[in-house]
């Protein structure tokens, strides 16, 4: 089993940066597709950025494209979600999950951390 803590979270105002760390204790985290989801108060869980399964290639949601980057230093079995020119839309709580394979939906995810409290608000 993987477990994850997730931090960086907090309240920034428009067009600001937050970075969000997810380290993955457990397992080879190498192994793992990671991604970030996000769930706003109200609405299901979406997606918002991953790897492949095979680390190679990242793919984000058409609603973060250009502003978020996804990364992963498999030293430290950290992934990051480096978010920049964020908006009030962009206000949830964000998720990293792993998953053998990768995906864009939840379900395709086997584990999951706690979740950390973005707010986007002036």
């Known amino acids: 089993q993987v477990q994850r803590s997730e931090s960086g979270g907090g309240l920034v105002q428009p067009g600001g940066s937050l970075r969000l760390s997810c380290e993955a204790f457990g397992r080879t985290f190498s192994r793992y597709a990671m991604g970030w989801f996000r769930q706003a108060p109200g609405k299901e869980r979406e997606f918002v950025a991953a790897?492949?399964?095979?680390?190679?290639?990242?793919y984000y949601a058409d609603s973060v494209k250009g502003r978020f980057t996804i990364s992963r230093d498999n030293a430290k079995n950290t992934v990051y979600l480096q978010m920049n020119s964020l908006k009030p839309e962009d206000t949830a709580v964000y998720y990293c999950?792993?998953?053998?394979?990768?995906?864009?939906?939840?379900?395709?995810?086997?584990?999951w951390g706690q979740g950390t409290q973005v707010t986007v608000s002036s």
């Open positions: 790897f492949s399964w095979s680390g190679g290639n990242t």
């Open positions: 999950a792993a998953s053998f394979f990768g995906g864009y939906f939840p379900n395709e995810y086997d584990y």
